[in-house]
């Protein structure tokens, strides 16, 4: 069987850069003789976040499914639909 292909996805570290505009917001509205330092920090820290997330769940994720037997497969019943005869006219 053929491997199914999965659809491209935004890496960690810029989904995790994401939230920087939003943390950088707050940094300045709690801080904002720290702002400059704080806002590099908290792009820093999410930045390794987002590299370090995706390292121990790809690790997790690595590990053998239990095996399943043939029969636990998942299945799906479609109900019959009959079509009615086309007359053709030309």
Known sequence: ????????????PIRALLW???VAFVLVMVAPEAAAVGIAASGAALMVLGAVVPLVTGRRRARPAP????DDRPTVE???VEMPPVERVA
């Open 1 to 12: 069987m053929a491997r199914e292909l999965r659809e491209w996805s935004v890496p960690g």
């Open 20 to 22: 920087w505009p939003g």
């Open 67 to 70: 095996a399943r037997s043939i």
């Open 78 to 80: 479609m109900p019959t």
